[in-house]
């Protein structure tokens, strides 16, 4: 009886841990106290940001008030994590300093972020919304204003927010490239 229960119970957890074939891979990267997300592979290549504690949501933690809504108290971001509805989004964990914790409940995930090691987990978003997890080792200090907030947009509205991302890069890369090149007086 226990062998036949071991069959199907090994197909699922191996299944469970197979990262392969993600149509997007981000790194989220733990800093105490925020993520920074990277977006390796898929649409949106290229694409990195911080995410830390809206600014709005620390003067309420301040004030010792968590205001009118409390169902996402301190969980609101500056920068949320973005991710296409109905693709498999590959995460890479890691962390700069001390040990954190990539989970987002509602996707069912929850993995370390390890100073010098590399993890990883995947999910699968089958909804638009917004999603919210925090990390959950105790990171230091202020591990409590450490969330996560994932928003999952449709496909056209997901690349339209690439596109946008990826406008800002080049925006700010301009002035730089035009300093660059900008003659100088020993060249005249």
Same mark, same amino acid.
């Given at each position: ?12 957890? #191996? ?19 925020? =993520?920074?997300?990277?977006? $390796? ?8 940001? &911080? ?29 949320? $994590? ?6 498999? #989004? ?27 090691? #590399? ?6 978003? !089958?909804? #638009? ?12 200090? !202020? /591990?409590?204003?450490?969330?996560? /907030?994932?928003?999952? $947009? ?6 339209? =927010? ?10 700010? &890369? ?15």
């Amino acid at each position: 009886i226990v062998i036949f229960m071991a069959i199907p119970a090994t197909r699922a957890v #191996v299944t469970q841990k197979d990262t392969s074939n993600a149509d997007l891979t981000i790194k989220a990267t733990g800093y105490q106290w925020r =993520w920074g997300y990277e977006y $390796l592979k898929g649409e949106g290549d290229g694409i990195a940001f &911080a995410s830390s504690l809206d600014n709005e949501q620390r003067i309420l933690s301040n004030s010792g008030a968590p205001g009118n809504n409390i169902d996402n108290y301190l969980l609101k971001v500056d920068n949320p $994590l973005v991710v296409p509805v109905g693709k498999k #989004v590959r995460i890479i964990t890691t962390s700069s300093d001390v040990i954190h914790a990539f989970a987002v409940p509602a996707f069912g995930i929850k993995q370390d972020a390890i100073p010098g090691f #590399v993890r990883d987990t995947w999910f699968r978003a !089958e909804k #638009v919304g917004d999603y919210y997890g925090q990390c959950q080792e105790l990171c230091g200090k !202020e /591990h409590a204003y450490m969330p996560i /907030h994932v928003k999952v $947009l449709s496909e056209a509205d997901y690349s339209a =927010w690439v596109k946008t991302q990826q406008d800002k890069k080049s925006a700010q &890369a301009a002035p730089a490239q035009q300093v660059a090149q900008a003659p100088t007086a020993d060249t005249k």
